[in-house]
């Protein structure tokens, strides 16, 4: 079984600060890892993934995250916030070892970027 | 290249009737998903097609079924709809089936069921 844990249903930042949206998984086996942004209306939209090796990844419109194995954890950052980055963000883990296409997703988090 | 297409976009039906919902993956695409979004349950994984074969299924009823053609093209069908059943019904496409590939999302079909 998989699962993931999306712990703020709501992250508030100001444009140009750092933020900062958080995501733990639980896996079985080894996981692969996935940050999706959905729009209003809206289907998702993929930003970046963790397959192996380094555990920082960088992704799209200057995000990334950070793999943490002994935390089960994989937060996703950026190093200054824009007001478009305003979204709802889903986390989702995937079983490595299965080789499974079932994605598990977290509940969601929606950023609030203020000007 | 254009991407995961759904259709419709919108659909009202009544209790009790029965619905066919469409996807056409990227070109290329072996591989479709179909997940149901509400706000009470997020996102929730309904079946994976894999070269016209069922490889996944999620813990929803008989009454939610799918299929894939020769062309990637997949379709998913609700019957005896039920009001739980209004919800966003996304499709996803990747290149092949396997855990390791993202999938690319469509912009969702919202069904209304009255």
């Known amino acids: 079984a998989q699962s993931v844990a999306q712990p703020e249903d709501q992250v508030n930042v100001a444009e140009g600060n750092p933020l900062t949206v958080k995501c733990t998984y639980s896996?079985?086996?080894?996981?692969?890892l996935f940050w999706y942004v959905q729009y209003p209306n809206r289907g998702l939209q993929f930003l970046l993934k963790y397959i192996t090796g380094d555990n920082l990844v960088k992704g799209s419109y200057g995000f990334e995250a950070e793999f943490n194995k002994s935390q089960t954890s994989f937060h996703l950052k950026k190093p200054s916030a824009l007001v478009s980055d305003s979204a709802l963000y889903f986390c989702?883990?995937?079983?490595?070892?299965?080789?499974?296409?079932?994605?598990?997703f977290g509940d969601g988090t929606t950023l609030t970027v203020k000007p | 290249k254009a991407g995961v297409t759904q259709t419709p976009r919108y659909l009202i039906k009544t209790r009790g009737q029965q619905v066919t919902l469409s996807c056409s993956p990227i070109?290329?695409?072996?591989?479709v998903s179909w997940y149901q979004q509400t706000p009470g349950q997020g996102l929730q994984f309904l079946f994976e097609y894999f070269s016209e074969t069922q490889r996944n299924k999620g813990n929803f009823p008989g009454r939610f079924s799918g299929r894939q053609f020769s062309n990637s093209r997949s379709e998913m069908n609700v019957s005896t709809l039920e009001l739980g059943d209004s919800a966003l019904y996304l499709c996803a496409s990747s290149f092949r089936s396997g855990s390791i590939n993202e999938q690319f999302f469509g912009p969702g079909t919202r069904l209304t069921v009255l």
């Open positions: 896996v079985s086996g080894n996981p692969y």
């Open positions: 989702a883990v995937r079983d490595r070892d299965t080789n499974a296409g079932k994605s598990t």
């Open positions: 070109s290329g695409h072996r591989s």
